[in-house]
């Protein structure tokens, strides 16, 4: 009998996130120690989904993100990871790729000297105390297993992902287990994880106890799973599962201040902080967030030190305290400057940009934006290249100069289609629409929301589909069909209020009062 294709379909998406749920738990738990990870996928949209995912949950935490490329003119993981120039590995993690573009050659000889560098590089990987994943096709995996045996041996894991596969997990979900005996019921996929993980708690607290440090790791992995079905709106009973989060992520962090685990405990506070600032507490995620510098500034570890400056801003931009929010980035700049951290003061130039355009100043939020344009062109981030252009179009939208707006934003999309950037591609086929209602191309306008509302259904971006559903309620509304317009509407409104995206939120009621 042959299988239906949508059971195939949803057997490979079960199975993707599994896979993307034991991946980002070994990430986490490797953090800080060398670990090669092998993530093996085909489709080249789907890669770049997944790995945007997991660099967003670990940057969320303050871990630094590294991109990196095997070079076929000397394809070693070795000389990518030299040519990266990492500075801090014990709170980073490495995602490499470039083996696709091996694969894809058909030069057997760069092969060979690709898979010897394997076999011959895990003393000089030593230097790198960190979790790298390497990004394979399914065709070198076997080679890598045949002809690169000792690095296969050591290999921390390997990751197969196939196509069909959505993050984050649908929004219809089969329920499955109680949690306890007060228990909320979830969905599969990543709530596998959070099932394995309380049976692991059981075991270690049968095993070791409550109080023992062998437990600790597990409370912060429990909590931090927890945590993060809250702020991505897959939780079924979010007071329950918030509960869970802030109970396992505090045991965590009395255990880490107990056995002087001062580097966890930064992760820990700063996952329960995440999760408060994505709900709009943002006194609890402050106090937790200093206290987390706090401990940085103990440990000297600088790059953290200016990342939680960063996020301290980005609380004070969401309560609009811009001149708060603008000190606290400016402190960020100025460690990013000091450590040449070229990714994070162009990052920093980004979020000043956009204080200025939250201010009404075009003209010094573009300045801003362009020089971070600049850096993002020098380094060859592609991804923070279409990014700049997409808010550059959005000045020229809000100036009112609709062709140049439309012309960077199609200059955005086509990178985004080149690297395979999903939401990139819905959000810009979503502002190109919205230049298409401010002429009054009805049709147009209605085309591309369309077409962007529905990618943002496809990869379950629910803040993605809020927007969208706001965008189709200002076009219904202007077409004269108030109906529909409310409809719209009200559906943009609920998923923020279930987010906690309190910001976005005011901006929609905002803006269809107007």
Known sequence: MVADMSDIENNNNNKNENNYDRLIVSLEAGLGTLQILLAVCDNTALRQQTMRQYEEELEAQGVRVYRLSINPQEPSLLQALIDGKI????????????????????????????????????????????????????????????????????????????????????????????????????????????????????????????????????????????????????????????????????????????????????????????????LGYWDKAETLYKESLQVREELGDRSGIAYVWGVLGDIERNRGSWDAAEAFYRQSLQVFEEIGDRVGMASSWGVLGDIERNRGNWDAAEALFRQSLQVFEEIGDLAGMASSWGVLGDIERNRGNWDAAEALFRQSLQVFEEIGDLAGMASSWGALGDIKRNRGNWDAAEALLRQSLQMFEEIGDRAGIAMGSFAFALLEKQRGNLTIAEQYYEKAKSIFQQLGAKKDLERTEQGWLQ
Do not use: C
């Open 87 to 278: 500075e801090n590995a014990s709170q980073a993690i490495a995602t490499v790729t470039g083996a696709e573009k091996i694969s894809n050659l058909g030069d057997r000889q760069t092969l060979t000297s690709f898979l010897g560098y394997l076999q011959w590089t895990r003393e000089a990987l030593r230097r790198y105390p960190m979790p790298i994943v390497l990004w394979l096709p399914s065709a070198l995996l076997p080679e890598v297993a045949n002809y690169a045996p000792d690095f296969w041996s050591w290999r921390g894991g390997t990751f197969t992902f196939k196509s069909a596969f959505s993050i984050p997990i649908s929004t219809d979900p089969i329920y499955i287990t109680k949690l306890s005996e007060d228990s909320s019921k979830r969905s599969t996929g990543s709530v596998l994880s959070v099932l394995q993980l309380e049976d692991s708690l059981a075991e270690a607290i049968k095993t070791w106890g409550e109080e023992s440090a062998n437990t600790e790791p597990i409370y912060y992995q429990l909590g931090t799973a927890y945590s993060r079905r809250v702020w991505k709106g897959e939780a079924i009973d979010r007071e329950k599962e918030q509960l869970f989060a802030e109970t396992y992520l505090n045991r965590a962090i009395t255990l880490q201040k107990r056995y002087k685990r001062q580097s966890d405990l930064t992760y820990s506070l700063n996952s329960l902080g995440y999760m408060y600032k994505k």
